[in-house]
T-cell receptor, first 113, second 112 residues
């Protein structure tokens, strides 16, 4: 079974630039999560989708972050404009539904300089 | 916020059992205990979960106290590859309340 695919693996941008991350969940997984993990901390949930609807985006900084999940499959997370404090690993995960095992991708490491 | 408390770090000798404690004193009746681990530079990996009975799989055992206020993850024969950060997470059963909220976890060092 193919895992959760994320791209790119690494990205370096200057502050005030924009960046987008892509996630392809495991086929058939209805729930998709985006997390931000700052060095030395646990992953922080940014947004959770159920199919193409948003279940929770309470921790998403909506003035600069946006996410979409068109057709309930792939998802993109965008930051515009980026700040230095956005430097982190952005993790995508998917699961078949509530209270089931979630599978995580390798993450995208973002460095804002 | 995470509903669990874990020690920040632990050491365990290779080949011995690693016992990782977790406190979840405010757990509700419909909430499950999940364990994930994160090896350096990788995404978190599911280990095991349970509601009130003890559980065992090929990776680990999960012991939940009778009052469900705490649990212990047991890695029966720790190897160097088990060095990772281990996260204990409480998850609700109903999907509107089901969020995977990570705390700070326990950094487990397996010593050769």
């Amino acid at each position: 079974e193919a895992g959760v695919a994320q791209s790119p693996r690494y990205k370096i941008i200057e502050k005030r630039q924009s960046v987008a991350f892509w996630c392809n969940p495991i086929s058939g997984h209805a729930t998709l999560y985006w997390y931000q993990q700052i060095l030395g901390q646990g992953p922080k949930l940014l947004i959770q989708f159920q199919n193409n609807g948003v279940v929770d985006d309470s921790q998403l900084p909506k003035d600069r972050f946006s996410a979409e999940r068109l057709k309930g499959v792939d998802s993109t997370l965008k930051i515009q404009p980026a700040k230095l404090e956005d430097s982190a690993v952005y993790l995508c995960a998917s699961s078949t539904g509530p209270n089931t095992e979630a599978f995580f991708g390798q993450g995208t490491r973002l460095t804002v300089v | 916020d995470a509903k669990t408390t874990q020690p920040p770090s632990m050491d365990c000798a290779e080949g011995r059992a690693a016992n990782l404690p977790c406190n979840h004193s405010t757990i509700s009746g419909n909430e499950y205990v999940y364990w994930y681990r994160q090896i350096h530079s990788q995404g978190p990996q599911y280990i095991i979960h349970g509601l009130k009975n003890n559980e065992t799989n090929e990776m680990a055992s999960l012991i939940i106290t009778e009052d469900r206020k705490s649990s212990t993850l047991i890695l029966p024969h720790a190897t160097l590859r088990d060095t990772a950060v281990y996260y204990c997470i409480v998850r609700a059963e109903r999907y509107r309340d089901d969020k995977i909220i990570f705390g700070k976890g326990t950094r487990l060092h397996i010593l050769p």
